[in-house]
């Protein structure tokens, strides 16, 4: 079993429509969450982190996160074609500095227009 | 904001040679930075950590003796391929995390270069 799961997809939304990605972790001290995108032939860019259960919203993007289930998840809200790129979830096990992420594979999103 | 820079960004080498490849934390120090190789649709993996002052911890699998690692300061950080060969090409991306902050206030964030394509003939 990976440390990091994604659904590799594709995931293909029609433009407007909400895009769910998911995540699930196995190591239950894992203590922060981030989303990373990752357009084809360039480096991963942060999207948004979470530390806490709950929901955090920035703009478009929530990430929802849920220790008890291990399981996190990014929703992208009116989806537009420049969402469509691989999205990493990535998983630090202890919150400080020294902290390495484990990443997922990702999941391919193509937003449709 | 946290800006890393990676050079060179392309390059093309002959079998048996050296690189280096350089990244660089242009507006905060980095005690700590990560180098990973991603091959063609597939994900990051990890090879190394980069400590400053001290010996690069590399990941299960990872040839220290091949890839050099040397964190000379609290901005640099260079990867060395020794003796690359064609299995060697790929895209090297290095990223950098902030020194302090409290948990939860993101300092933990990773902020990446923009990556190396290496091809090696």
């Known amino acids: 079993q990976k440390e990091v799961e994604q659904n590799s997809g594709p995931l293909s939304v029609p433009e407007g429509a909400i895009a769910s990605l998911n995540c699930t972790y196995s190591?239950?001290?894992?203590?922060?969450f981030f989303w990373y995108r990752q357009y084809s032939g360039k480096s991963p860019e942060l999207i948004m982190f979470?530390?806490?259960?709950g929901d955090k919203e920035d703009g478009r993007f929530t990430a929802q996160l849920n220790k008890a289930s291990q399981y996190v998840s990014l929703l992208i809200r009116d989806s537009q074609p420049s969402d469509s790129a691989t999205y990493l979830c990535?998983?630090?096990?202890?919150?400080?500095?020294?902290?390495?992420?484990?990443f997922g594979d990702g999941t391919t999103l193509t937003v449709k227009p | 904001g946290a800006v890393v820079s990676q050079h060179p960004s392309w390059v093309i080498c002959k079998s048996g040679t050296s690189v280096k490849i350089e990244c660089r934390s242009l507006?905060?120090?980095?005690?700590?930075m990560f180098w990973y190789r991603q091959f063609p649709k597939q994900s990051l993996m990890l090879m190394a950590t980069?400590?400053?002052?001290?010996?690069?911890?590399?990941e299960q699998g990872v040839e220290k003796d091949k890839f050099l690692i040397n964190h000379a300061s609290l901005t640099l950080s260079t990867l060395t391929v020794t003796s690359a060969h064609p299995e060697d090409s790929s895209f090297y991306i290095c990223?950098?995390?902030?020194?302090?902050?409290?948990?939860?206030?993101?300092?933990?964030?990773?902020?990446f270069g923009a990556g190396s394509r290496l091809t090696v003939l």
């Open positions: 990223s950098a995390r902030k020194i302090t902050g409290l948990p939860g206030s993101g300092a933990n964030v990773l902020t």
């Open positions: 979470i530390y806490s259960n």
């Open positions: 990535a998983v630090n096990k202890i919150n400080t500095n020294a902290g390495k992420s484990t």
């Open positions: 980069s400590n400053e002052g001290s010996k690069a911890t590399y």
């Open positions: 190591d239950r001290g894992s203590q922060s």
């Open positions: 507006d905060f120090q980095a005690t700590t």
